[in-house]
C-alpha cells in the first residue's frame, strides 16, 4: 500500500489559514493597518471601494521595507516581530505570527509599493493567489502602500457568503474605530468610495472619542485613572443617563489591543449596579498597560483574545477604579444635607408683623339642595315660582357629583308618564351609556367581562397594535406621514448613518420621510402619522439602537424594524389614560391577528373569573 500522506503545496496552505485570519474584508484592513502602525507610521489613509470587496488600500509613512523584505514578507511565517519563542511574553506590536500578508495573497490581487527613507528607488511587488507576478525597482514615497484588489476572487464560496455592501462596511468602520481609539497619536484619514468618512488628526484620547461618536459625547464621559504595581488604567467611561441597549461603544485595550473580554466587562457592569436602568449597557473606552509576560496573547488568530496571570486581581482593580470614578464625579446620586442650596433656601422668611392668619368666609345658611327640585334629577331648569333662599354659586356642581352608572339608575327609576314640565325640563341621555373602564396605577387596564375581568397591559397592548399596523405598512409600502412644521437634523456616528442606508426604503415605508445632508448628518422631515408628540431624533436614535440589539435571525430586516418602531413608539408605564383612549385601545387591540401575545412571547391579556375571585375570598359560586 502506498504512503497516503503528503505536505501540502504552500498556496493550498495559505488558502486554509486565510479562512481563519481573512473571514471578511474587514479583517484585511485590521492586519494591514497593525502593520502600518508597527512600521512606526504618523499617517495612515485607508481607502476602500465597494465596502472592501473591490479594493483596499492602506498608505503610510512608515519606514518602508527593502527589496528582500518586500519579497519575504508574503512567505508564510516570516515576521520582524518576534525572533525565538520566548519574544512571545514580550511582544507589544501589534502583528507576530506572520501569516496576515501570505493569507491575504492567497486569496486576492496584491500590489505592493514600498521604499525605506534611505533608499533612492522603492520596490513594487504584484502578486495573484500566492503566485509572484513580477518585481521591479520604481520611485515611490517613503513608507508602504498596499492594495488589496478582487477579495477572495478564487474562493467564490466565501465571496458569496459575504453580506450587503452596507453589512461590510458596518464592520469595516468597527475595526477602524477600534485601531483608532488605541492610537490617537496618529492621523488617521479613511476614504470610501471617493467620499471620506473620517479625518482624524493627532489629538487626545477625548478628543479622539468626540471625533468618533459625535460632538454630543463631549458631555458623556468620565475619566478614569488608576496606578498599581499589577497594571495601570486609564480611559473613560460613560454616564448611567446616557447608557444604551447596545455594547457597541464598550471597548477594552490591553496593552494598546483590543480585546473581547466578558469578565473584564463584568466588573465594569459589577460597578454601575444599582445605578443603571435594566436592559441598558454603558460607554466606555478603557486601556489596561499590564507586564507582558504576565499576559498570554498567542490564544486566537484574531488576537482578540487573552488569558492573565492573575485575573481575580485585575477584575477586583478594574471594579474598583470605576466605581472610584463614578463617586469622584458624582455621578451616582447622593443626598448632601450641608449644601447652601437645601431645603431652608427654598423658604424666604417674614418679619412677624407682616404674617396674617388664614380667614375662611362661608355662608352658614346656604343648602345647595334646598331648591324646589326633585333630588333625583341631576340636571333641571329651575321654576320661576320657586324663591331662592340664597344665590346659588357657579361652581355648584362641584359639590354634589355622581357617576354616569348612578345618574342612568336614577334616571330609570321616574315614571314614563309623569309630566314635569310645570316644574323642571329633565335632559335624557342621548346614548346609551359608555362601558367604564379602570386604570391601575396607570400601567394596566381593567375591564368588565361576563364572567368576570380581564386585566391588560396597555404597554404591550399598544406594541401589538402598532407592530402589526407597521408590518401592513411595510408589505403596501404605504406609510402615511405628517410633515414637520421645522424639520429637524439628525447627526450620527459613520456605524448609524450606514445602517440608515441600508435601511432606508423601508424606513421611508413607514412614513418618516430621511434627506441626506452632508457626511453623516440627515433631515428629517416627517415622521410617521400615527406618532405623537415625540421627538424626531430622539425616536431614530432609539429606533437604529433596538433595531442593532435585536439578535433573532428568524426576523427579517422589516419584521425587526417593525418591531423596533413598535417598542419605542408605544405609550408607556406611567402614561395616564381616560376613559376614550382605554376604549380605543382594547378595540384595536382586539383587531389584532394576534392580540394575546405581546412581541416578546408574553401574555397580553390576563382573565380573572368570578369563580377563581370567589375562591380566594373563600366562598363559592
Given at each position: 500500500m502506498s504512503d497516503i500522506i503528503q505536505l501540502l503545496p504552500d498556496s493550498v496552505a495559505n488558502q486554509i489559514a486565510a479562512g481563519e485570519v481573512v473571514q471578511r474584508p474587514a479583517s484585511a484592513i485590521k492586519e494591514l493597518m497593525e502593520n502600518a502602525i508597527d512600521a512606526g507610521a504618523d499617517h495612515i489613509k485607508l481607502i476602500i471601494k465597494d465596502a472592501g470587496k473591490s479594493l483596499i488600500q492602506v498608505i503610510d509613512n512608515g519606514c518602508g521595507m527593502s527589496v528582500t523584505d518586500a519579497r519575504l514578507c508574503f512567505e508564510r511565517?516570516?515576521?520582524?516581530?518576534?525572533?525565538?519563542?520566548?519574544?512571545?511574553?514580550?511582544?507589544?506590536?501589534?502583528?507576530?505570527?506572520?501569516?496576515?500578508?501570505?493569507?491575504?495573497?492567497?486569496?486576492?490581487?496584491?500590489?505592493?509599493?514600498?521604499?525605506?527613507?534611505?533608499?533612492?528607488?522603492?520596490?513594487?511587488?504584484?502578486?495573484?493567489?500566492?503566485?509572484?507576478?513580477?518585481?521591479?525597482?520604481?520611485?515611490?514615497?517613503?513608507?508602504?502602500?498596499?492594495?488589496?484588489?478582487?477579495?477572495?476572487?478564487?474562493?467564490?464560496?466565501?465571496?458569496?457568503?459575504?453580506?450587503?455592501?452596507?453589512?461590510?462596511?458596518?464592520?469595516?468602520?468597527?475595526?477602524?474605530?477600534?485601531?483608532?481609539?488605541?492610537?490617537?497619536?496618529?492621523?488617521?484619514?479613511?476614504?470610501?468610495?471617493?467620499?471620506?468618512?473620517?479625518?482624524?488628526?493627532?489629538?487626545?484620547?477625548?478628543?479622539?472619542?468626540?471625533?468618533?461618536?459625535?460632538?454630543?459625547?463631549?458631555?458623556?464621559?468620565?475619566p478614569v485613572e488608576e496606578t498599581t504595581s499589577i497594571l495601570n488604567i486609564n480611559g473613560f467611561i460613560g454616564k448611567p443617563e446616557f447608557a444604551k441597549k447596545t455594547r457597541g461603544e464598550q471597548f477594552f485595550f490591553v496593552n494598546n489591543r483590543f480585546i473581547k473580554d466578558?469578565?473584564?466587562?463584568?466588573?465594569?457592569?459589577?460597578?454601575?449596579?444599582?445605578?443603571?436602568?435594566?436592559?441598558?449597557?454603558?460607554?466606555?473606552?478603557?486601556?489596561?498597560?499590564?507586564?507582558?509576560?504576565?499576559?498570554?496573547?498567542?490564544?486566537?488568530?484574531?488576537?482578540?483574545?487573552?488569558?492573565?496571570?492573575?485575573?481575580?486581581?485585575?477584575?477586583?482593580?478594574?471594579?474598583?477604579?470605576?466605581?472610584?470614578?463614578?463617586?469622584?464625579?458624582?455621578?451616582?446620586?447622593?443626598?448632601?444635607?450641608?449644601?447652601?442650596?437645601?431645603?431652608?433656601?427654598?423658604?424666604?422668611?417674614?418679619?412677624?408683623?407682616?404674617?396674617?392668619?388664614?380667614?375662611?368666609?362661608?355662608?352658614?345658611?346656604?343648602?345647595?339642595?334646598?331648591?324646589?327640585?326633585?333630588?333625583?334629577?341631576?340636571?333641571?331648569?329651575?321654576?320661576?315660582?320657586?324663591?331662592?333662599?340664597?344665590?346659588?354659586?357657579?361652581?355648584?356642581?362641584?359639590?354634589?357629583?355622581?357617576?354616569?352608572?348612578?345618574?342612568?339608575?336614577?334616571?330609570?327609576?321616574?315614571?314614563?308618564d309623569t309630566d314635569l314640565s310645570n316644574e323642571t325640563a329633565i335632559i335624557q341621555p342621548s346614548d346609551q351609556p359608555k362601558k367604564q373602564f379602570f386604570q391601575l396605577h396607570n400601567r394596566y387596564i381593567v375591564s368588565q367581562i361576563h364572567s368576570g375581568f380581564m386585566l391588560i397591559d396597555q404597554q404591550t397592548a399598544h406594541e401589538r397594535i402598532l407592530y402589526e399596523q407597521f408590518q401592513q405598512q411595510l408589505q403596501h409600502n404605504q406609510g402615511s406621514s405628517q410633515q414637520s412644521l421645522f424639520p429637524q437634523t439628525i447627526e450620527l456616528n459613520p456605524v448609524d448613518f450606514a445602517l440608515v442606508q441600508d435601511i432606508l426604503p423601508e424606513i421611508h415605508a413607514l412614513g418618516f420621510q430621511l434627506r441626506p445632508f452632508g457626511k453623516t448628518t440627515y433631515i428629517v422631515d416627517g415622521i410617521p402619522a400615527d406618532l405623537e408628540n415625540i421627538n424626531e431624533s430622539q425616536i431614530i436614535e432609539k429606533l437604529l439602537e433596538d433595531f442593532k440589539n435585536q439578535s433573532d435571525l428568524r426576523l427579517s430586516k422589516r419584521e425587526r424594524l417593525a418591531k423596533s418602531l413598535a417598542k419605542n413608539a408605544s405609550i408607556k408605564p406611567g402614561t395616564k389614560l381616560d376613559n376614550d383612549s382605554m376604549s380605543e385601545l382594547i378595540d384595536k387591540l382586539f383587531a389584532c391577528e394576534s392580540p394575546n401575545i405581546s412581541l416578546s412571547g408574553k401574555p397580553v391579556i390576563i382573565t380573572y373569573t368570578l369563580q377563581e375571585l370567589a375562591e380566594r375570598f373563600g366562598r363559592t359560586i
Open positions: 511565517h516570516a515576521t520582524s516581530k518576534i525572533r525565538k519563542a520566548e519574544d512571545l511574553f514580550a511582544i507589544r506590536t501589534m502583528g507576530f505570527r506572520g501569516e496576515a500578508m501570505a493569507s491575504i495573497a492567497a486569496i486576492a490581487h496584491v500590489e505592493l509599493k514600498t521604499r525605506r527613507v534611505e533608499d533612492e528607488l522603492g520596490t513594487i511587488v504584484e502578486i495573484e493567489g500566492s503566485e509572484v507576478i513580477q518585481q521591479y525597482p520604481d520611485q515611490a514615497p517613503a513608507g508602504t502602500s498596499i492594495s488589496v484588489k478582487n477579495l477572495f476572487y478564487n474562493i467564490p464560496a466565501r465571496r458569496n457568503f459575504l453580506k450587503s455592501n452596507s453589512v461590510e462596511l458596518r464592520h469595516i468602520i468597527d475595526e477602524f474605530q477600534r485601531i483608532a481609539l488605541a492610537h490617537p497619536q496618529i492621523f488617521f484619514t479613511f476614504h470610501h468610495d471617493g467620499n471620506e468618512m473620517f479625518h482624524l488628526p493627532k489629538e487626545t484620547l477625548k478628543q479622539r472619542i468626540v471625533h468618533l461618536f459625535g460632538n454630543n459625547y463631549n458631555q458623556r464621559l468620565v466578558p469578565y473584564l466587562n463584568h466588573a465594569v457592569m459589577n460597578a454601575y449596579e444599582e445605578i443603571l436602568a435594566a436592559d441598558t449597557f454603558p460607554l466606555y473606552v478603557l486601556f489596561i498597560d499590564i507586564d507582558p509576560s504576565k499576559i498570554d496573547i498567542n490564544v486566537h488568530p484574531t488576537k482578540t483574545e487573552i488569558k492573565y496571570e492573575d485575573e481575580k486581581a485585575i477584575y477586583a482593580i478594574l471594579r474598583s477604579a470605576v466605581k472610584r470614578s463614578i463617586g469622584r464625579y458624582n455621578i451616582a446620586p447622593s443626598l448632601d444635607f450641608e449644601q447652601e442650596t437645601g431645603f431652608n433656601n427654598l423658604i424666604t422668611p417674614k418679619p412677624l408683623d407682616e404674617i396674617q392668619a388664614p380667614t375662611i368666609n362661608f355662608n352658614p345658611n346656604f343648602n345647595p339642595f334646598d331648591d324646589g327640585v326633585r333630588k333625583h334629577t341631576r340636571s333641571y331648569i329651575a321654576p320661576e315660582h320657586v324663591e331662592r333662599k340664597t344665590a346659588i354659586p357657579q361652581n355648584w356642581d362641584s359639590l354634589y357629583q355622581i357617576t354616569e352608572s348612578e345618574e342612568t339608575e336614577q334616571l330609570s327609576l321616574l315614571p314614563t
